[in-house]
């Protein structure tokens, strides 16, 4: 199993749970502030399996 931690852009952050919870996976998201800009991030944790890992990263690097 591995716990994936995602940084995304606010506004990415509706569609980005969506595919993943139509994927079969489950994820906990928590507002975040910080970085360069101080500008409103969403941070999304997710543990998957080792086989399913591939997938999630895919769906992530599509919709962020």
Do not use: H
């Not at 716990?3 to 994820?27: H, K, M, T």
């Amino acid at each position: 199993m591995k716990l994936i931690f995602a940084i995304i852009n606010d506004e990415d952050s509706p569609r980005l749970i969506s595919e993943i919870n139509r994927a079969g996976q489950r994820v906990t998201k928590l507002n975040s502030t910080g970085g360069f800009l101080r500008s409103g991030n969403t941070t999304l944790m997710a543990v998957v399996e080792d086989d399913l890992l591939d997938v999630l990263l895919g769906i992530i690097r599509k919709y962020a």
